[in-house]
């Protein structure tokens, strides 16, 4: 990957939110699931379609922090508008495990 700049990284809006609710995503072409992530008073609530069923289910997710990035344009993902990355990493099968923060913080919380 090519080096960027610190100005370039700040471009970047990571945040840190609460799942408040999460679903099944059958018409994904891959398997997913549909997340609704609280991001605070100042973002509120926004929706996105992860492809993490190697290692979540959707009950297990209500509560839990990530991290998402938060100032990519929305995009269409069949039926659903979703309007966050969700950010993960990959297991050595290929399954995404999520990044969120060890300890709780407020919904909302850059990532510096």
Do not use: C
Request: proline share 11%; net charge negative.
């Amino acid at each position: 990957m090519p080096e960027i700049s610190f100005d370039d990284f700040l471009k970047v809006d990571i945040r840190v939110g609460t799942v408040t609710r999460a679903e099944p995503f059958p018409e994904a072409r891959k398997p997913a699931i549909r997340l609704w992530i609280d991001f605070g008073p100042d973002l509120g609530e926004r929706k996105s379609s992860a492809q993490i069923t190697a290692h979540y289910t959707p009950e297990a997710l209500v509560g839990r922090q990530v991290m998402a990035v938060v100032n990519f344009p929305p995009r269409q993902i069949g039926p659903m508008r979703s309007e966050v990355l969700v950010l993960g990493v990959s297991d050595p099968e290929g399954g995404i495990v999520l990044l969120a923060p060890d300890i709780p913080v407020e919904n909302g919380q850059r990532m510096h």
